[in-house]
């Protein structure tokens, strides 16, 4: 009989606590900031792509969910500072299994995971993200490649110099990776 | 004093036009060929075997021995033609006692050349000179010139049936060069880098020939030593090393110049000669054989400058360069300066010395500037370390001696500049010392 | 003390003691341990530098310990020696550490972006000898990178650790001294000189030997990294060399070729073309569907099926009616050339077949006949003491036999002479004597030096021996000038075909006259052995060969045609090939990529090419070359499975499904047994130029050039050497040429205009690229090699 009111009882004064469970997806909570979520090619601050489509993540993938191809940068087209760059870049997200050895491996910090977490379809093709998808959004006082370095009179300078120099041309700070 | 000097090589060299043929006849030149050439071949060799001369260049090799690894006989590398080279590239920092001699006694070195061919059965010779050198290039053209036009080269000389044709071949202007294999390849139009031995000279030198390559002064000793003979050649120097040598003392004492001692004179003596430290500042460090030999101080002033001595000392006797420094003179920034030159000379063939010495002078620089570190003497004792003993020639060991030697003797001085104390003057600091050793 | 070949030493090496042969180098007896000290400038095909110093070891001579440490890739192993290498000595590995921290100071951290990156010496003794940390904070040396020195190699000098592999390589081996050290000290740096690229036949070798990324392939540049790669052993399938290579794909492509290591054939190196040259497998000009010639005659694409059902019953129609002719084309594995052989016999019911697609004689066909048996090797090349080649420029026709003669000249001082027109690159790189002839009169010239004299002399020591190229026999008379040579010198006779199939197409009875196994049409016990095998009647009249058949079918004599990979525009006479399968009624052709004949054909069938299929070539030397498929499927068959498919909707059975099978069923009939008579005699005519504005036309291909299989390779192209038309001074002076100018040599059907360069032709002959852009001779001309053009200016 007791058990009867104390079982109510619980749900009762349950309904006065504060509420835990998560209004998804209405609701969109972020995760925490080092969740290992969807990857993201970051950018210079000028606009060019960090990746040198070096395949250092593809290799060091335990899931083979990634495909990178290089390209050569010319004079006429530039993607990246330097020689070379990404020309083709693929991550499968049915095979991703999130360990982020790929954004360890990246010697320039190209590929790095925002903590973005929405990564289901209903058909695979959708599944693997290509360049463009993963490319991090432009932002004030970048600009879409191919074009010239922007930021300083050499390689040395861009490197070494460009944060310091793009913050000089744009009221805001553009470096920095996006986290939804 | 002036009896402890033993003017041989350097006997004509005050006398009015000394370089032409006329004054050298009149003073006993051309006897000792006309001797040489009566003999037979193997006399020769056996006679410069028992002089006991060692090569003047730096290593210090028994000439005679050298001559008689040429292969004789008809067969073999025996067939093939010999030649003799003389290495005039003198190019060791502190070093002139070549250009000199061919400056002002050419024909004693065409006199050498003549008389060591005919022992080496040699009938073409090169000398190659270096090409900075321009003024004895053409006193020495001239000399062979004047000596082609006495039918002392050429074809039949003296009637004796012995032909010798001697070039005169000038440097580009490389350190490298002065190694003997390296000039050789130079000579042969390549590009001045070292070979590799074996095969050496003596088997496969200048096109694949048995070649003899010695040094100016050890092939102008030649005649002399014919004329006098062995026995009064050892009156000089030591039991190892006889004979007279040409000491070159520069540096900050008063009279700087040519000494021709016996082997085995003391910087003591040599100081005396030279009329004492400049302005009587006192000896800080000196070379005894150029830059490449490791340094000595005012400890050493007794040490017997002949091969053997020299090498008991830690150093070695090289091409007795005596440089001489006082005690305004930074080691650092010496050691900085000599390094400096390697780094420009080395020819960039083998890895120790190509990136050693790269390495080292940017070191060095930034210690010499007030920004070194703790390691960085550590740091410059260890890349010497890899380098040698490591590298294709001597230029990389050489490299390494001025630094390794000037962190033995002052290891206080580097290890002081890392305290902020830039071993280049500031210009404040010019206003009130003068500063050997400042950059202009 | 004789020098025996057995003579040994031994030594001690880390405590084990082991026996060497005298001379042997250091670090390859260190090898052959086990024991792998790192290494840069050493390789075991280049003479020592011992410039990089990384293979420093202790070394103790005779119970004294050397003072330094010893280069163990110069230093030659001796009695007693006793080495610490790394392992067993804190002097030697302290020394390589030093090395390594000094060669990586000036090395820039570029490996995620070089090619090298995962297959590089470099990183690889970097990471087993190297520091884990850099004490080198100071400034690295820098150069504007990449430079090309060539539209194929590109060159990194920061990259560079100066071991002159390459330039050592090119001196050495290759003979092309275009690339050398430059500067001094740490601005050392490999270099060209101004205006004069690195034009060499053999460049792609200095990118294989490099030891860094220094040198990297402009055509594979960030194309891929070595773990995306699937490597496979291979066959080059430019040549009759049969060099052994290395393919490697990445997702159904081909990404670059790498030579082999077969110290048998081609060493380790390989000539441009057989690395570069493998775009076409990807060229739009590929076929990979059956076409059928609709009722509007257009190609169209349709079902293996259908294609096959049309075209077993036009060949049907056409076997009853006057009959087919086979040309099998000479780049066929030994199984596929196998496979037309019994086609042409067992389903065309003929003799009719004829591998030959170029220039050809009857006497050539009499000379083959003795080649069957072939004794030279490359080996034997390398050891003669003197070699002839006739009918052919080593350098242009056959690389890297050209590499192994070069070898021989440097090493033993190995006699070449060339029965040539001039003094090519070829002929200087290996200070060959040429024997200047008139074109066409090659074999007088030849027999007029067979009575006696410094030819006959040099040949006549023992090894000596005699390379024929295939052009020989454009030229009457030839063949049996040489074997009067041979018989007189006691040389061998070896025929080195331009073609990689050809070779193996003769040994399986691809030719009118043979059948497999070498054995005569006209032999009836021999004819009997393959009957009872194939279980047919064969004809005991040989057959026609391709210029006859061609001839045969544009008269109406035949038919029918099976064309498998034949270019009309490689045969003597273009405009009569054309004619000919224009004419024939019914014209199957079988090939990998669209020509003169697809355009032509009823039905083309396309088939697969080395990539794609497995198959044995028969090398010059008659060397049996196997190699597996690089890549699977790609929808095309093999043309032995095309034919076999061909023949069973013909009712017949070849069983040549696949390749082994067809081995199997050649296999089986073995060798021929019997023996063939000597070439007749032919004596040869000499063309003289006739009137003013003439000459006398020579004329062959050069390694790089306009074929079918160098489609798509721009940076290979860029390599090639220029088309010139080449006189001596005289005779351009007599027909108003002036060097640097334009020349035209024109015959009644075309022109063709060329800057003129003057070489040591014989007077009145001019040289025309056979092949080049801009010069094709054959069919711009209509004439080949001894023919009379005229010549002008302009």
């Known amino acids: 009989m007791f058990d009867f009111f104390k079982g109510f009882g619980v749900t009762f004064s349950t309904m006065f606590k504060k509420v835990v469970t998560e209004e998804y997806p209405e609701d969109f909570p972020p995760a925490a900031p080092r969740y290992h979520g969807r990857h993201q090619l970051n950018r210079h601050p000028d606009g060019l792509e960090k990746c040198v489509g070096c395949e250092l993540c593809a290799w060091a993938c335990p899931a083979d969910a990634i495909f990178v191809e290089g390209g050569d940068n010319t004079e006429e087209a530039r993607f990246s500072p330097g020689e070379r760059y990404g020309a083709d870049y693929q991550i499968n997200y049915l095979r991703c299994i999130g360990c982020g050895l790929c954004i360890e491996a990246c010697p320039t910090r190209s590929l790095t995971m925002t903590n973005f977490y929405e990564l289901a379809d209903d058909n695979r093709q959708d599944l693997i993200y290509t360049k463009e998808q993963l490319l991090a959004p432009l932002l004030p006082g970048m600009e879409q490649p191919p074009h010239p370095m922007r930021l300083g009179k050499d390689e040395q300078d861009y490197y070494v110099q460009g944060p310091v120099l793009a913050r000089q041309g744009v009221e805001s700070d553009p470096v920095g990776e996006q986290v939804r | ?440 | 003390m004789t020098t025996t070949e057995t003579e040994t030493v031994t030594l001690t090496i880390d405590g084990i003691e082991v026996t060497a042969p005298k001379g042997e180098i250091l670090i390859r007896t260190c090898e052959r341990l086990g024991i792998i000290v790192p290494r840069f400038c050493d390789h075991p095909l280049l003479e020592p530098a011992g410039a990089c110093r990384q293979c420093l070891v202790e070394v103790e001579m005779g119970g004294r310990p050397m003072p330094k440490p010893q280069a163990s890739c110069t230093m030659t192993v001796a009695d007693g020696m006793v080495v610490k290498t790394q392992h067993t000595s804190p002097v030697a590995d302290k020394a390589q550490q030093g090395v390594m921290e000094l060669l990586l100071i000036n090395h820039p951290l570029d490996c995620p972006i070089c090619d090298k990156g995962g297959e590089c010496p470099l990183q690889n003794q970097a990471m087993s000898t190297g520091r884990t940390d850099s004490r080198f904070v100071e400034t690295k040396r820098t150069f504007p990178k990449p430079l090309p020195i060539s539209s194929q190699v590109l060159l990194d000098r920061e990259r560079c650790v100066l071991c002159q592999r390459c330039t050592r390589f090119s001196d050495e081996i290759a003979g092309d001294p275009f690339i050398d050290l430059l500067e001094r000290g740490a601005n050392q740096q490999i270099g060209t000189a101004e205006d004069k690229p690195f034009q060499s036949y053999f460049s792609g070798n200095t990118i294989q030997i490099c030891p860094v990324g220094a040198l990297t392939s402009a055509a594979y540049r960030f194309r891929s990294r070595p773990f995306d790669l699937k490597s496979t052993p291979s066959v080059c399938e430019h040549c009759s060399s049969g060099c052994a290579s290395r393919t490697d794909t990445r997702r159904g492509q081909v990404m670059r070729k790498l030579a082999g290591n077969d110290p048998e054939v081609n060493e380790e190196w390989l000539c441009d073309k057989g690395r570069f040259a493998f775009r076409y497998l990807g060229a739009k000009q590929r076929i990979t569907r059956p076409l059928l010639r609709d009722e509007s005659g257009q190609l169209v694409e349709v079902s293996w099926t259908e294609a096959l059902r049309v075209a077993a019953e036009g060949l049907l129609a056409a076997r009853g009616n006057r009959g087919i002719g086979v040309l099998a084309g000479g780049r066929l594995t030994r199984e596929d050339a196998y496979a037309y052989a019994k086609f042409a016999r067992v389903a065309a019911g003929t003799h009719d077949v004829d591998f030959r697609a170029r220039p050809h004689s009857a006497e050539e066909l009499a000379f083959l006949q003795t080649q069957l048996t072939p004794t030279v090797t490359f080996a034997a090349v390398e050891a003669a003491p003197s070699v002839l080649t006739v009918g052919m420029d080593l350098e242009e026709e056959s690389g890297i036999l050209f590499l192994r003669v070069r070898k021989a000249v440097r090493k033993h001082g190995q006699r070449v002479f060339t029965l040539g027109q001039w003094s090519t690159p070829g002929v200087e790189k290996t200070h060959a004597t040429l024997i200047k002839s008139v074109p066409g009169a090659e074999a007088s010239v030849l027999r007029e030096l067979s009575v006696g004299g410094e030819l006959v002399d040099a040949l006549s020591a023992t090894g000596s021996v005699i390379l024929v190229g295939d052009r020989a026999a454009e030229v009457p008379g030839l063949h049996s000038a040489v074997a009067e040579l041979a018989t007189r010198t006691g040389a061998q006779v070896a025929w080195v075909p331009r073609r990689a199939g050809d070779r193996g197409a003769l040994e399986v009875g691809a030719v009118p006259t043979l059948l497999p196994g070498g054995r005569p049409v006209t032999d009836a016990a021999a004819r009997a052995e393959v009957e009872r095998a194939w279980g047919v009647t064969l004809s005991a009249e040989p057959g026609r060969s391709t210029d006859e058949i061609l001839a045969a079918a544009a008269s109406g004599a035949l038919s029918g045609l099976v064309v498998g990979g034949v270019d009309p525009h490689d045969l003597a006479d273009p405009a009569a090939a054309l004619a000919g399968l224009a004419n024939v009624g019914f014209l199957v052709s079988l090939e990998i990529m669209t020509s003169a004949v697809t355009e032509l054909a009823d039905v083309v069938l396309p088939v697969a090419p080395d990539a794609h299929r497995a198959g044995t070539y028969v090398n010059w030397e008659g060397r049996h070359r196997p190699f597996a498929p690089s890549l699977d499927g790609g929808g095309v068959l093999p043309d032995c499975r095309v034919l076999d498919t061909l023949a069973v909707e013909m009712d017949v059975d070849l069983f040549t499904q696949t390749p082994s099978a067809a081995a199997g069923d050649l296999d089986r009939l073995g060798p021929y047994t019997g023996t063939f008579t000597a070439p007749t005699e032919r004596p040869g005519s000499t063309p003289r130029p006739a009137q003013v504005g003439s000459a006398v036309l020579a004329t062959w291909r050069q390694l790089l050039d306009d074929g079918a299989l160098q489609v798509d390779e721009p940076a290979l192209a860029g390599t090639a050497r220029a088309p010139r038309v080449r006189a001596n001074a005289a005779t351009a002076e007599r027909l108003g040429l002036t060097e640097g100018g334009q020349a035209s040599v024109a015959t009644d059907r075309g022109a063709i205009t060329l800057p003129v360069e003057l070489a040591d032709l014989p007077d009145g002959v001019v040289w025309l690229p056979a092949h080049s852009p801009g010069s094709q001779v054959r069919s711009t001309l209509g004439v080949g090699h001894g023919a009379l053009v005229r010549v002008t200016a302009g």
Not at chain 2, 21 to 42: K, N, V
Not at chain 2, 56 to 76: C, D, L, N, V
Not at chain 2, 169 to 190: K, N, P, Q, V
Not at chain 2, 293 to 307: G, S
Request: hydrophobic share 35%.
């Open chain 2, 1 to 440: 004093m002036s009896d402890i000097l033993t003017p041989v090589l350097t006997s004509r060299w005050a006398q009015e036009n000394s370089w032409t043929l006329e004054t050298y006849e009149r003073t006993g030149g051309y006897r000792a060929m006309r001797t040489a050439l009566a003999g037979h071949p193997d006399q020769l060799i056996q006679l410069c075997k028992d002089s006991g001369l060692r090569g003047r260049g730096g290593a210090g090799f028994p000439t005679g021995m050298k001559w008689s690894f040429i292969p004789q006989g008809g067969e073999g590398a025996g067939a093939k033609p010999k030649y003799l080279v003389i290495n005039a590239d003198e190019g060791e920092p502190g070093t002139c006692k070549d250009i000199p001699t061919m400056m002002a006694d050419p024909h004693s070195l065409i006199e050498g050349c003549i008389i060591t061919s005919y022992a080496i059965r040699a009938n073409f010779c090169a000398i190659y000179v270096r090409g900075e050198a321009l003024h004895p290039i053409r006193r020495l053209r001239a000399a062979v010139a004047e000596a082609y036009a006495q039918g002392y080269l050429g074809t039949d000389i003296l009637g004796t049936g012995f032909d010798l044709e001697i070039v005169v071949h000038a440097g580009a202007g490389a350190y490298i060069c002065g190694e003997e294999t390296a000039l050789l390849d130079s000579l042969e139009g390549r590009r001045g880098q070292p070979r590799l031995k074996p095969p050496f000279p003596a088997t496969a030198g200048l096109y694949a020939s048995p070649t003899v390559v010695n040094n100016v002064e050890t092939i102008a000793s030649v005649p002399y030593i014919v004329a006098g003979g062995a026995e009064w050649f050892r009156t000089m120097g030591s039991e190892k090393s006889p004979g007279p040598k040409i000491y070159s003392v520069s540096g900050h004492v008063e009279r700087p110049g040519q000494y021709e001692a016996p082997m085995g004179i003391t910087l003591r003596t040599l100081l005396e000669l030279a009329g004492g430290m400049k302005d009587g500042i006192p000896l800080k460090f000196w070379t005894p054989g150029g830059s490449s030999t490791p340094m000595f101080t005012a400890e050493h002033l007794d040490v017997p400058l002949d091969f053997e001595g020299a090498a008991g000392a830690g150093s070695m006797l090289g091409t007795t360069a005596v440089q001489v420094f006082n005690e305004t003179v930074s080691v650092p920034w010496a050691v900085m300066k000599w390094t400096e030159f390697y780094k420009h000379e080395s020819c960039g063939k083998c890895t120790p010395c190509r990136e050693g010495t790269y390495w080292l002078v940017q070191i060095l620089e930034r210690m010499v500037h007030g920004e070194g570190t703790e390691s960085d003497v550590e740091t410059l004792l260890d890349v010497c370390d890899n380098i040698l003993g490591r590298s294709f020639c001597a230029l990389g060991d050489g490299a390494t001696s001025p630094i390794t030697s000037g962190i033995k003797y002052f290891r206080q001085e580097f290890l002081d500049l890392i305290a902020e104390q830039p071993a280049v003057a500031r210009p404040e600091q010019l206003a009130d010392v003068e500063l050997t050793g400042a950059p202009a």
